[in-house]
């Protein structure tokens, strides 16, 4: 895999400044938003932790589910399948801090803020214990917390997760020149949307919507997007300097790998390391999907997942 695959598997970033050629090059026009703005699809409520407003969701009843967005993402991460789960679920989502509608602080990311951060989520709604759903970034903080508080854990569904695989120190050094506040920001809206065309197989009306909201964030611009940026280069500063993989197979919690079967930026290969780390893991993919399995096909996500879930009760 060249560099710029692999820069942009390991940030799990939709707005780098890698080059492309694909066709849907066409200019992108469209009016800002804030990131206030995003209309979440249930009622929105937030915690205070460490001094910062967190925001979150938390509708149905039934077996907990927690889902856990990507890094240049927010709790829609997930949007279009949270109404299939809601019916027999209690779906809980959040914004880590620096993202969505949660604060966006100027701090430094670690596994124990990470660790915090979810203790305060589950405090909140007042689970003991949940199924986890990541996504790429989110893949990688579902492990995180797996590996630190597996009594709190049912089960993880990692989809595409980021932390798997190891890079050199050559590689290191080079995303982390490469991936700055300042080249996020000087993504231009043509060239974010281009990306978002080559991560994905299947250009569903629910990617192009996401794809468009996270478009219209960057055009609105300003302090709160710069925040934000920090965030996300933050988040992927916490995934180079620690290593998960050797630690989540300890616990033997029941795991789904879920993947698109050509996902471009953490490819299909990456699940066979994954479980040479988590023994026992299942795993599921889905033919003509690439990097996002619920906004490409939200169906057969929500098929695959509910049965997964219902066998670990």
Known sequence: MGFRAVFIVIAGLLISQCNSDSAESTEVKLEGLAFNQMKYP???????????????????????????????????????????????????????????????????????????????????????????????????????????????????????????????????????????????LKTSIKKAMQNYHNTSVTWSPEMETYA?????????????????????????ELMLKTNVRDRIGAHQLPTLLLWGKEDPLIPLKVADEAQKFIPGATLKTIDGCGHFPMLEHPIEFHRLVEAFVKETL
């Open 42 to 184: 249930f009622e929105e409520q937030s915690f205070n932790f460490r001094g910062h407003n967190i925001v979150y969701i938390d509708s149905g009843s039934g077996p907990p589910l927690v889902f856990l967005h990507g890094q240049a993402s927010d709790l829609l991460n997930f949007d279009p399948v949270y109404p299939l789960f809601v019916s027999g679920n209690r779906v809980i989502a959040l914004d880590y801090p620096g993202f969505g509608k949660s604060d966006k602080p100027e701090i430094m990311f670690s596994e124990e803020f990470l660790v915090d951060l979810l203790d305060s989520l589950f405090d909140k709604v007042d689970i003991k214990s949940a199924n986890l759903i990541g996504h790429s970034y989110g893949g990688y903080v579902s492990m995180v917390y797996a590996s630190a508080r597996p009594e709190r854990v049912n089960s993880m569904v990692l989809v595409s997760p980021a932390g798997i695989q190891k890079f050199n120190s050559f590689m290191t050094t080079a995303m982390r020149s490469a991936f700055t506040i300042e080249t996020i």
């Open 212 to 236: 468009l909201r996270r478009l219209a964030l960057l055009t609105e611009g300003g302090e709160e997007y710069r925040l934000y940026a920090h965030a996300m280069v933050q988040a992927m």
